[in-house]
C-alpha cells in the first residue's frame, strides 16, 4: 500500500520518478505528489486522483532538478484529498516526507506536538512524523541523519519512508519498518523505491532495507545504519525482472494480460521442477526443510484474500495425496488468536506480493512456537521470501492488475507439487498413478490455452448479466475455493454482490436469496461430487434461478438445464481444478469492462496490502 519512489544522480528526477510512480500504481491511487529539489528550492506538487493528474497539475511548474521523490497513495489516516497527499512538508519547512505504513502511536505523538505549538494541516500520521523529525532536529541540533534516526525510536508502526532536508539538499533520508524499500545502484546515482521495477531499466543490483534500518543516500554512495547508530554493510544481491513484464504488452489491461499469461507463467512454475520422463518432482528451496516437512504432524496454511483461496484448495491436494491434516488460516486471524502450534508443525505462508503484514506476522508468530515455516511467494527478495525457514517461488512473473489472477493458479501449481511430491516419497501414491497425476499437471497450460480460446463466449455471458445487482457461486470439495476465488474476482472489479457457498450449504439459507433475477454460477466438472452438483443444479432451476455453469467439455446432461456453460476441457484429477478459475476470471472481467469499471485499479483497493 502507497508507492514510494526517489531518486538521486545527474539525470533529471521527475521523469524517473513519475514513470516509476506509474509502475508502482497499484500499490494505491488515491492521490500522488513529487517532491523535486531544483538546487534553489524543494518544490512539492501533490493531487487528488492518479498520477496522470498529477502530470497535468505539474505541466508549466519547475520541475527541474536531479534529486527527487514521489508517492502514490492509498488512504489510512484522512480522506483521499491535496491536503492528505504525500509529500508532507514540517511546519517550518525544514523537512518534506514521503511515507508508506502506519505509525501507531500518532495520536499520542500529535498531542506531544501540539503543546509544542505545532500545527497540523493535514490528518494524516505522516504529518506528525514531519513534524517530530524537524522538531528534534531543530532543539536538539543535530543533523538531518540523527533527527530521523531519534524519531524513529519514538513512533511504534510501521514505515517506509523517504525525508528531504532543506539544509542538507545533497542527500535522502531512507528508513523501513515492515513497509518495503528496496534501494537500486547505479553509477553516481541511486534509486529507492517500494519495489524494484521503477529502476530495472537502470540497474540490476539492489539493496533491500531491513527492518529498523536507515539508509542515507548521496551522489557518492550509501551509508546504512540502524536506527539506534550501528552501522550495517549493505548486502548487494542482483535482479533479474524483464522491462516487458511489466508492461501491458498489446493488451488493454493488465488484468487481461496476467490472465492470458497463464499458460506460460505455470510452465515457468514447473520448469526445473517437474520431470515427467523420470517421474518425480524436485522442489530445491525445500530441501534443507525436508524431513520436516515429510515429518509434519500437520500442516497449517496462512494467506490473505486470493491466497488464502489458493490455501484452501491447497488443503484438498495434501489432504488427498500427502495425507497429513491441513488447517487454512486467514493470516489476520491466525495471528490475533492464541493458536496451538509447536515444533512439529509446518506453517505455509502464501503471498503473492510477499509483503502482506498479515502474513508477515503470521510468520513471525509461527516461528516464535518453534514451527518449520516455508513461504510460497512470487516477488524474489520479498520480506517474506527473507523471513522463512525455506520456500518455493512461483515465478509467475510480475503481477500488476490489482486483482490477483496468475498468482492464484501458480501458487496452487506450487500447492499441487508439494503435495505429490511429499505423497510419493510417503508412499502414498502408486508409480502409476503418480505418473498420470504429473501428466496432468503438465497439460494445464495447454488446457488453459484451450479454455482461453472461448473467451468470447464467455464475453457474451457477460454481457447479458452485466447489470445483475447479485450473484451466487457455487461449488463442492476443491471446487469449493474455486466458487469463493470466483465470487471475490466479480466482487473486487466489477463492484457486484457475489458470494461463494460450498453447494450443499445452498439449502442451509442461501437459497431463500434464489430468483429469476440471480444469475448462479455453479462449477460442475465431470468429477467425483458431479451427480450431487446435477441434484444442486435442478434445486435453482426448480426455484427459476439462472444457472451458469462450468463443465467438462461435451457435457450433455447439464447443457440441457443450464441457461449458460462455459466448457473447460475434460481432466480426470484434482489437479485439474486449476482450470475452472478461468472462465471465471474471465467472465468478471468482462462484466467489470461492460460495467465501465477500471480493472486494473478498483475503488478502495491496492495491490500490496502492507497495514494491518
Ligand atoms: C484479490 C487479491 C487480494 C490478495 C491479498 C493477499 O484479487 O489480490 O485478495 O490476494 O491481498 O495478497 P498477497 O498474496 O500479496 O499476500
Known amino acids: 500500500m502507497c508507492g514510494i519512489v526517489g531518486y538521486i544522480g545527474q539525470q533529471d528526477a521527475y521523469p524517473i520518478v513519475i514513470k516509476g510512480l506509474k509502475r508502482l500504481e497499484y500499490r494505491g491511487y488515491d492521490s500522488a505528489g513529487v517532491a523535486i529539489n531544483s538546487g534553489n528550492n524543494v518544490n512539492v506538487y501533490k493531487r487528488k486522483g492518479k498520477v496522470s493528474d498529477l502530470e497535468q497539475f505539474t505541466l508549466n511548474k519547475d520541475i527541474s532538478g536531479c534529486i527527487g521523490m514521489g508517492h502514490t497513495r492509498w488512504a489510512t489516516h484522512g480522506i483521499p484529498n491535496d491536503v492528505n497527499a504525500h509529500p508532507h512538508i514540517s511546519m517550518n519547512g525544514k523537512f518534506v516526507i514521503i511515507h508508506n505504513g502506519i505509525i501507531e502511536n500518532y495520536a499520542y505523538l500529535k498531542k506531544k506536538m501540539i503543546a509544542r505549538h505545532y500545527e497540523f494541516k493535514s490528518e494524516t500520521d505522516t504529518e506528525v512524523l514531519a513534524n517530530l523529525i524537524e522538531y528534534i532536529y531543530m532543539f536538539g541540533n543535530v543533523s538531518a541523519e540523527v533527527a530521523v534516526r531519534l524519531a524513529l525510536t ?12 532543506i539544509d542538507e539538499p545533497d542527500k535522502l533520508i531512507a528508513a523501513r519498518n515492515s513497509s518495503p524499500l528496496v534501494i537500486g545502484l547505479g553509477q553516481k546515482e541511486y534509486f529507492i ?8 531499466e537502470y540497474t540490476d543490483q539492489v539493496v533491500y532495507l ?16 540502524t536506527i ?16 516487458n513484464e511489466i508492461e501491458k504488452g498489446g493488451f488493454n489491461d493488465y488484468m487481461l494480460k496476467e490472465i492470458y499469461e497463464q499458460p506460460k507463467s505455470i510452465t515457468d512454475t514447473m520448469r526445473g521442477r517437474v520431470f515427467q520422463n523420470d517421474n518425480y518432482i524436485s522442489l530445491g528451496g525445500l530441501l534443507d526443510v525436508m524431513p520436516r516437512l515429510m ?13 488464502w483461496h489458493a490455501g484452501l484448495v491447497g488443503e484438498y491436494l495434501f489432504e488427498e495425496y500427502a495425507r497429513v491434516p491441513v488447517e487454512v488460516e486467514y493470516a489476520s486471524e491466525f495471528r490475533y488468536r492464541n493458536p496451538i502450534i509447536n515444533s512439529e508443525d509446518v506453517v505455509i505462508a502464501i503471498s503473492q506480493s510477499g509483503e502482506t503484514a498479515d502474513t508477515l506476522a503470521a510468520i513471525q508468530l509461527a516461528k516464535k512456537c518453534g514451527a518449520c515455516v516455508i513461504g510460497i511467494c512470487n516477488v524474489v527478495g520479498s520480506t517474506l ?37 511429499i505423497g510419493k516419497n510417503k508412499f502414498n501414491i502408486k508409480q502409476e498413478q503418480y505418473h498420470e497425476l504429473l501428466s496432468e499437471l503438465i497439460s494445464i497450460p495447454t488446457k488453459i490455452e484451450h479454455t482461453l480460446q472461448s473467451a468470447s463466449k464467455i464475453e457474451e455471458v457477460a454481457r447479458l448479466y452485466k447489470d445483475s445487482s447479485n450473484f451466487l457461486y457455487l461449488g463442492r470439495g476443491c471446487y469449493y475455493p474455486v466458487a469463493l476465488e470466483g465470487a471475490l474476482k ?30 448462479v454460477v455453479v462449477i460442475a466438472t465431470k468429477d467425483k461430487g458431479y451427480e450431487k452438483i446435477v441434484n444442486n443444479i435442478q434445486e435453482v432451476k426448480a426455484r427459476k434461478g439462472i444457472v451458469i455453469a462450468v463443465v467438462s467439455e461435451g457435457d450433455q446432461t447439464i447443457a440441457s ?12 484429477t484434482a489437479i485439474g481444478a486449476i482450470l475452472t478459475i478461468i472462465p471465471l476470471q474471465l467472465l468478471s472481467y468482462y462484466i467489470a469492462i461492460f460495467r465501465g469499471c477500471n480493472v486494473d485499479q478498483p475503488r478502495n483497493l491496492a495491490k500490496s496490502v502492507t497495514v494491518e
Open 193 to 200: 523505491a517500494s519495489d524494484a521495477t521503477p529502476f530495472v
Open 295 to 307: 515429518n509434519a504432524r500437520r500442516v497449517i496454511i496462512v494467506g490473505c484474500g486470493t491466497s
Open 385 to 421: 521470501s527473507r523471513e522463512t525457514d525455506a520456500g518455493v517461488y512461483t515465478h509467475a512473473g510480475p503481477e500488476i492488475g490489482v486483482a490477483s489472477t496468475k498468482a492464484f493458479t501458480t501458487q496452487v501449481t506450487v500447492l499441487a507439487m508439494m503435495a505429490l511430491m
Open 210 to 225: 531491513d527492518n529498523q534500518n536507515v539508509a542515507i543516500i548521496s551522489r557518492d554512495g550509501i551509508q546504512i545504519k
Open 228 to 243: 539506534k547508530n550501528d552501522i550495517v554493510n549493505p548486502d548487494i544481491k542482483k535482479i533479474d525482472i524483464d522491462i
Open 154 to 165: 519514538k513512533v511504534i508502526g510501521a514505515y517506509g519512508l523517504v525525508v528531504m532536508c
Open 490 to 519: 466479480l466482487k473486487e472489479i466489477s463492484y457486484i454482490h457475489a458470494e461463494g457457498y460450498p453447494a450443499a450449504e445452498m439449502k442451509h439459507g442461501p437459497i431463500a436469496l434464489i430468483d429469476d433475477k440471480m444469475p
Open 561 to 572: 438445464m443450464a441457461d449458460h456453460v462455459l466448457e473447460v476441457p475434460v481432466f480426470n
